[in-house]
């Protein structure tokens, strides 16, 4: 039987249901109001100044449906300082939001090795990411980060590029993670279509990485080599701890 609670959000649906349709819309619970009020509440009044003058930036940006949203940023940043990161690797850059979460979390001497085949944007969040003082933790590499030859022991891994090669840059970081260092993969519920079925209208780069998300939420559920959490925060955030 539904409650007084349930009837009033059935009733709600069809307008929440169309929220969810527009375009940068990163939230996957069910009320748009429940992610405005995490953002308010939580979120914008406790994020840097840095950040928020880079995410108004972004914001005017044709691409910013690409961004990392605010919430998933205090998620990183807080993981990271958690887990005391010192040396990080970020496979996506954009703007660099999740970027400049990365850099104000490590301590003054961490270091981030940031890899994007798109320097134009990452120019774009530069200054800020200069004016905040953290950029000399940064090493930007222009390029596609599935061929570069990476040595390291990272502490944490960010992997927000290149859908259709999240399992190749898992067995990469397989070596370049230290056991106990954690991943992140970014979208891994992909706008919600890994739950649609196949014949739902999808945009066509949603329907086009739809079955690589599939394949590796699989497969990366059955690594012996993590443990897994997969997190509703902003499109859905698979944390990885590897363990061998
Ligand atoms: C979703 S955006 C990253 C968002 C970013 N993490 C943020 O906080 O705004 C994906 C980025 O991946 C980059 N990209 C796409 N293919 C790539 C590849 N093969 N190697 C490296 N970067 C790639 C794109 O240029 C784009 O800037």
Redesign the pocket.
Known sequence: MATNVEEKQGNEQPSQESRHQEVGHKSLLQSDALYQYILETSVYPREPEPMKELREI?AKHP?NL???SADE?QFLHLLLKLISAKNTI??????????L?TALALPDDGKILA????RE??ELGLPVIQKAGVAHKIDFRE????PAKNHGAFDFA?V???KD?YWNYHERLMHLVKAGGVIGY??TLWNGSVVAPPDAPMRKYVRYYREYVLEFNKAIAADPRVEICQLPVGDGITLCRRVS
């Open positions: 972004t691409w690409m961004t990392t940023g970020e496979i996506g850059v954009y703007t660099g939001y999740s970027l979460a890899m994007d085949i798109n944007n990452y390029g596609p980060a599935l960010f927000d590029a290149d090669n970014d979208n």
